[in-house]
């Protein structure tokens, strides 16, 4: 299953999964990230830019932590083609005892499962 990511508020530019609001947070409303790809542009895990698929903004020439998942050439690890757009405000908690996180809407598909 995948990881859901948030945005700390409606204007930032960056989104983080659960576990790095709630390390901070007891309680915190954030914003759902949704995720959306838009051809010709990327996302640098590593810069924390956008850029577009052209080789002069990725690849061994252009940037020093260039990486390639295959340790050899081609795509770099920071390399994501997967954006993000700001989705519905959620509260995320952090649950007691156990130190598991949880938002109210990951709760919604425990309905009607015998405990």
């Keep these: 299953m995948k990881r ?9 530019e960056v989104c983080y999964r659960a576990d ?24 640098c895990k ?15 020439h252009q940037c020093e932590q260039y990486d390639p998942r295959n340790g050899k ?17 959620v509260t995320l908690k952090r649950k007691g005892g156990d130190n598991e996180n949880q938002s109210k809407e990951d709760r919604s598909d425990k309905k009607g499962r015998p405990e």
């Design 4 to 12: 859901q990511f948030y945005f700390e508020h409606s204007d930032s």
């Design 20 to 43: 790095y609001f709630l390390e901070q947070y007891e309680e915190v409303k954030v914003f759902e990230a949704i995720p959306e790809r838009i051809p010709g542009v990327f996302w």
């Design 46 to 60: 590593e810069h924390l830019f956008c850029g577009d698929n052209s080789a002069d903004t990725c690849g061994k």
């Design 73 to 89: 050439n081609g795509r770099c690890r920071f390399h994501c083609i997967e954006l993000y757009t700001h989705g519905n405000p």
